[in-house]
């Protein structure tokens, strides 16, 4: 699987930026495609992901409301993360990935298998 990624960069809060992701070599099903950031020293957080079993999206409680991820030109291959409202604390470098998550009432089930080289936002106050 390969990733061509692109956007990025540093915006003021409150600001907006996109951020676009197209994959090669990958077959949808179990995994769909997403997003994943990273702040160096620290965990990764998944935030997004366009499931490939049934098309539903999920969004995590710290970007849901602000990102909205939709394919381009209708090819689910070419996404992209729409990002709004921007806080200093979305600063990470961010990860397209393959992803596949699902909700089990309380539980949730994320599995991320491949991704990106990755690619800076920044967020000033």
């Known amino acids: 699987v390969q990733f061509a990624e692109s956007g990025g960069g540093s915006v003021q809060a409150g600001g907006s930026l996109r951020l676009s992701c197209a994959v090669t070599?990958?077959?949808?099903?179990?995994?769909?495609i997403g997003w994943f950031r990273q702040v160096p020293g620290k965990e990764r957080e998944e935030i997004s992901c366009?499931?490939?079993?049934?098309?539903?999206?999920?969004y995590d409680d710290s970007v849901e409301g602000r990102f909205t991820m939709a394919s381009i030109d209708d090819d689910k291959n070419k996404l992209y993360l729409q990002m709004n409202d921007l806080k200093p604390e979305d600063t990470a470098v961010y990860y397209c990935?393959?992803?596949?998550?699902?909700?089990?009432?309380?539980?949730?089930?994320?599995?991320?298998?491949?991704w990106g080289q990755g690619t800076q936002v920044t967020v000033s106050s």
């Open positions: 990935a393959t992803c596949r998550v699902v909700q089990y009432g309380e539980a949730r089930y994320e599995e991320y298998e491949d």
């Open positions: 070599g990958f077959t949808w099903g179990y995994h769909g």
């Open positions: 366009l499931n490939g079993s049934d098309g539903s999206k999920w």
